[in-house]
């Protein structure tokens, strides 16, 4: 037999495959997926069992079954700046955004009475959207702005009812480019309609061990900074624009900060 020399490289391979960092960024990537889908699969009947349906209090629930998470995956929250997220009563929380994996942060520094703005395509992923239904998630059509200024008007008026706190992502998409995207406005006028204090809080790069370009998954620690919180009693909507600014222009040192840039100065403009 010609070819049976080739039996060991053939044996080889998959071996080779199992240890090399491209198997392992799949493996993690496949398992937060699916162990994401089962958790909210647990999730779904607690919450429906306590609450009786969709229901802010339900975030506790999801909070708690998602903190272990992190440790499968290989990594570290370190946190500063806790006491900006005591302040009582309604505010708006204001992050970047870089990856799925941000709800895992999130729910290291979830307050309570907190849901977030998120695009109405995560309904129908599976057990995850339903649990972001139960979880009093508010879902925006990103192709339709009208309407999304609709429902983000609707909810800032339900931030004052209920007296909730809303968790927005102001780039409006998922970006690990190494800096912050433009901030969109609407967390703005939200905040300033229903004059609740914004509180921003930065997430350093993932790109120290999560390259998705290279496959590359491997174990890091994750800073999450919460700054002080920004003041918007007496704001118009003519202050929208200043007031994104200002809040782009201080979560955007701390980002560099943090991810060990030196701080820019004139990075993309904020229009
Ligand atoms: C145990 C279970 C385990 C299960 C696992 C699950 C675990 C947990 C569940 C939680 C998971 C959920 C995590 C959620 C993450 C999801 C994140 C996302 O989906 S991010 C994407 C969606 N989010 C956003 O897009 C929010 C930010 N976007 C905006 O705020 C935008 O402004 C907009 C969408 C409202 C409008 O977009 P666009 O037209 O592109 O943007 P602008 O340029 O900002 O606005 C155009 C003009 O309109 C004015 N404007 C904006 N908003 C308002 C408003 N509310 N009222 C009045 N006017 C508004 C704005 O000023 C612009 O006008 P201009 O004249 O240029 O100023
Ligand atoms: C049956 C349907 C199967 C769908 C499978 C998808 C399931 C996802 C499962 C687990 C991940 C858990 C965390 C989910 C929350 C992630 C939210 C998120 O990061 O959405 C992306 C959005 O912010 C920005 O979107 P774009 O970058 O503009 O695009």
Redesign the pocket.
Known sequence: MDALWMLPVLLLLPVLFWTSSTFVFYFKKCFYVAY??L??L??IPICILKSGGRDIENMR??RF??RHVKYFLGLRYEISGWQHLQAEGPYVIISN?QS?L??LG??EILPDRCT????KE?IWAG??GM??WL?G?VF?N?KK?SD??TV??DA?KTVLADQIRL????????NQKGDLLP?????F??AI?AQVPIIPIVFSSYNNFYKRKEKEFNSGTITLKVLPKIETKGLT?ED??SLSEQSYGSMRSAFLELSGQPPQSNGPSNH
């Open positions: 994401m889908m958790l909210a647990i999730a629930v999801i079954l998602v955004h799925s941000d709800v999130m729910m977030m703005i998120a695009k995560l057990t995850v649990i972001c979880g998630i925006i990103r702005t999304a200024k983000m008007g800032a968790w927005v992502f102001p780039e409006g998409t998922r901030f969109k406005k609407g967390a006028h939200l309609q909507g929208v624009t």
